[in-house]
């Protein structure tokens, strides 16, 4: 197990005023003041927040600039061609970008790079793919802050840019300060660079696109576009939860409000996915979407091609949308049984190749589809509780991709060993890369020297919110618990600890026992029931570690009893028509 410390969030206020004067109960007070929110104003705000608070598109540098661009060519006739990513923001972002542009009459097409074959965001072939066919604007999503060289061959060819995306911008050094390396493109549109003002950095490619259609609309005035807008908006929402944005600031409104207009989606291609997942869409969370229909919106791009998915979006019909979503479902219940293979495959590489003590984990498995380095890096990362990059071999090089731990800026430890890569881009907490084979190794050297990690930051820190017996724990405040949805990066669901728990009796529950419900005493003397979705054979190797041999067994047959400390979360849970609180056991010790 990665070691944990139990953190409690100690930041003050005076939450009886807060209670009283917006009918909500202390304690929800205080969690929200723990999302650094400080003043009554901010939680006015916060509670209140909808769509008229979004940020000014406009403010967005060159966001006016390409729009009129854009106009400029759909006004002559221009062929437009987008240009955007294999992954579900980029898939969203030129869905939205292409059926926009179509609205207002553009002579427009789109391409997603394969994966394989021509890799992450623009390179030389696409370029000269558009020269001949006749583009003469190239407009990207989700890509193209880190495509100088690329765009410079355009502009050779006579192919005008516009570059909309979300990515960290590329700098080098000079004297010790840093100097943005811009595209030289017509209009640059990401909130990343230096000179744009836009208020919140954190909005992922969709949501830019999003910004660049309500722009356009407002310059046309067309009544069709300001109407699609509220289905670009669902798509904005998945995009930015499917990114692992944080869910602050704008980007909670986004999400919430898209998930609100999902419940009732005219997309035959959302609805599909919807009903072959078997989703309840009037329950829909940021959970269904990070985790149920992005991964199918992923898989098509990641064993196949992602235009698989840009049909299943544009589908007209009922018909058509199923059979789509049917297959898309069915190419992701294959790699999660690849993913899961993968996984285990890298666990093995860091044993056997005394890894563990690394600070940086960089794992080279080579005959793994390189699709998945992603996934794989992100389960192995949470393992370990360290920076971790899987590496696999493509047709040329070695491609790979890292996720990263709070305390690690992965794109600033890659800029400064740049010269070993052909290529890399990224942000904090993730980065995509390809490098020679002779290179791997050397990689995993350099990265380790200068990683700049402590014993601490693989201390797995666990914020609780406030510390609560269960017996505090009421059907009112786990609704109240809901006014802060969506939960998700940036946002998390709440926690409440409490020591010293009483666990007299336990039952495996959900398919082959994976899960738990146990019975454990209040501190009023009252039993109430903790539902588990970890890991539940490790729960009971902690137990026997901690108790003796047998003992969880012992439990399960309510032949014992054991105390534990937990941390916990609150929910509601409706059984045949009546709403009930539930208590969900996170962490223990």
Excluded at 5 to 15: C, P, Y
Excluded at 260 to 277: I, P, Q, T
Aim: net charge negative.
């Amino acid at each position: 197990m990665v070691r944990e410390k139990w953190v409690v969030s100690a930041k003050k206020a005076d939450f009886n005023e807060w209670a009283n004067k917006f009918g909500i109960s202390p304690v929800l007070a205080r969690i929200i003041r723990n999302r650094d929110f400080t003043t009554s104003e901010e939680l006015k705000a916060y509670l209140g927040w909808n769509l008229k608070d979004l940020h000014s598109p406009h403010l967005l540098k060159d966001m006016d600039k390409a729009a009129d661009i854009l106009l400029d060519s759909i006004k002559t006739r221009e062929k437009i061609r987008i240009i955007g990513d294999y992954d579900v923001d980029g898939i969203c972002s030129t869905y939205i970008f292409t059926k926009g542009l179509s609205i207002l009459g553009a002579d427009c097409d789109y391409v997603i790079p394969h994966r394989i074959h021509d890799g992450y965001g623009l390179n030389d072939s696409l370029i000269n793919d558009a020269k001949n066919d006749g583009v003469g604007l190239i407009a990207t999503c989700d890509n193209g802050i880190a495509a100088s060289r690329q765009i410079e061959l355009a502009n050779n060819l006579g192919i005008k840019v516009v570059v909309t995306d979300h990515h960290e911008v590329p700098y080098e050094e000079e004297n010790g300060k840093k100097r943005e390396l811009l595209p030289p493109a017509l209009a640059v549109v990401d909130p990343k660079q230096e000179q744009c003002e836009y208020p919140f950095k954190g909005i992922c490619g969709g949501v830019v696109v999003f910004k660049l259609m309500q722009v356009l609309c407002e310059k046309t005035k067309s009544e069709a576009l300001e109407s699609a807008l509220t289905e670009f908006l669902e798509f904005a929402a998945l995009s930015t939860v499917c990114d692992v944005m944080e869910l602050k600031d704008e980007n909670r409104i986004i999400v919430k409000e898209g998930l609100k207009r999902m419940k009732h989606s005219e997309n035959e291609g959302l609805k599909a996915l919807f009903s072959v997942n078997n989703l309840d869409t009037e329950n829909l969370s940021a959970y269904h979407l990070g985790f149920v229909i992005g991964p199918c919106l992923n898989a098509t791009g990641r064993l196949d091609s992602a235009d698989r998915s840009m049909e299943l979006l544009m589908s007209y019909t009922k018909v058509d949308a199923l059979s789509n979503a049917g297959e898309l479902k069915s190419l992701n219940d294959s790699r999660k049984n690849l993913t899961s293979m993968g996984t285990e495959k890298a666990v093995r590489f860091v044993e056997e190749n005394s890894l563990q003590n690394d600070d940086v984990l960089v794992i080279y498995l080579p005959d793994v589809h390189e699709s998945l380095a992603g996934i794989i890096a992100g389960r192995i990362k949470e393992m370990y509780n360290k920076p971790t990059f899987v590496l696999t071999k493509g047709e040329e090089c070695v491609k790979g991709s890292g996720r990263s731990i709070e305390t690690y800026d992965m794109y600033e430890a890659l800029n400064g060993v740049k010269e070993l890569f052909i290529k890399f881009g990224g942000h904090k907490m993730a980065a995509g890369l390809s490098l020679s084979e002779e290179n791997v190794e050397v990689l995993r050297q350099r990265l380790n020297e200068k990683s700049g990690l402590t014993e601490e930051d693989f201390c797995k820190k666990i914020l609780i919110d406030v510390p609560m017996p269960l017996c505090y724990g009421s059907l009112d405040l786990a609704k109240q618990l809901n006014l802060l949805e969506p939960f998700g990066t940036g946002n998390p669901k709440p926690l409440f600890a409490e020591k010293d728990v009483r666990f007299v009796a336990s039952k495996r529950i959900g398919k082959e026992g994976k899960y738990a419900r146990f019975t454990v005493v209040n501190s009023a003397g009252g039993k109430d029931t903790l539902m588990y979705f970890g890991d539940v054979d490790k729960f009971g190797e902690y137990v026997d570690s901690k108790y003796g041999n047998n003992t969880f067994e012992k439990l399960l047959k309510s032949e014992g009893e054991i105390i534990l400390s937990i941390v916990y979360q609150i929910s509601t849970n409706s059984f045949r028509g009546k709403e009930e609180k539930q208590f969900i056991l996170t962490n223990f010790s």
